[in-house]
């Protein structure tokens, strides 16, 4: 059994993620420091938020999560937690975690904002977090805002909302889905469980 943390931010209701966690046979911790994480195979930023408190609420925790990130620790990033992967967004003044280069921009004016709902992934390329689901697999979205990475490559599924929005980014040991894999049924849980199971690697 693998023990994972959740990174609780004060912001979001992470019920649902920890219980999907649960069902796929992990132990789960609800943290609120990185002080404490040589006994975590993995770690978890939900999806629920406002960048600037959340990135305030990480602010201590910077240079564990570089750390941990350096080491090759998974990391999954759901929605504002795969936003706060880059280096800004427009929805705050704060800076992000800058482990990736890019920022998160807001979804054009012509778009009904937020994006909620069920839409459907392309996929682009090979990923780890994406094996046994197929191209036009149905996830669930509630987002205002898009990653805008510099590298494409890191891009390996992305969603039609009028306009391509990165839906899954991979890069080393770093996973981010800009839907909730948690509110996306089975191929949500598929989703999860592959994440484990780089987790136990």
């Known amino acids: 059994m693998v023990k994972v943390a ?3 931010y004060g912001a979001g209701n992470i019920f649902s993620l920890k219980t999907s966690l649960e069902k796929n046979d992990a132990t789960v911790d609800v943290i609120d ?17 406002n960048f600037d408190p959340a ?10 999560f570089r750390d941990l990130v350096k080491n090759q620790i998974p990391v999954l990033g759901i ?55 197929q191209s036009g697999s149905w996830v ?9 990475p510099q590298n494409s490559e890191i891009i390996k599924a992305d969603s039609d909302y009028g306009i391509s ?4 980014i991979e890069s080393g040991s770093l996973f981010g889905t800009q839907f909730h894999p948690e509110k996306s049924g089975k191929v949500g ?13």
């Open 140 to 148: 669930y979205f509630v987002h205002s805002y898009r990653a805008k």
């Open 55 to 64: 990135i305030h609420s990480l602010a201590l925790s910077k240079k564990s």
């Open 79 to 133: 929605c504002l937690g795969m936003e706060m992967f880059f280096e800004k967004s427009e929805e705050g003044k704060a800076s992000g975690l800058g482990v990736l280069d890019g920022e998160v921009i807001l979804l054009p004016d012509k778009l009904k904002i937020p994006h909620m709902g069920w839409n459907n992934l392309q996929i682009k390329k090979p990923s780890k977090l994406l094996e046994g689901i």
């Open 165 to 168: 929005v990165p839906a899954v």
């Open 33 to 49: 420091s990185l002080n404490n994480t040589n006994e975590y195979s993995g770690l978890l930023l939900p999806g629920v938020g």
């Open 6 to 8: 959740i990174f609780d």
């Open 189 to 201: 849980s598929i989703m999860i469980n592959n994440f484990l199971r780089e987790c136990k690697k």
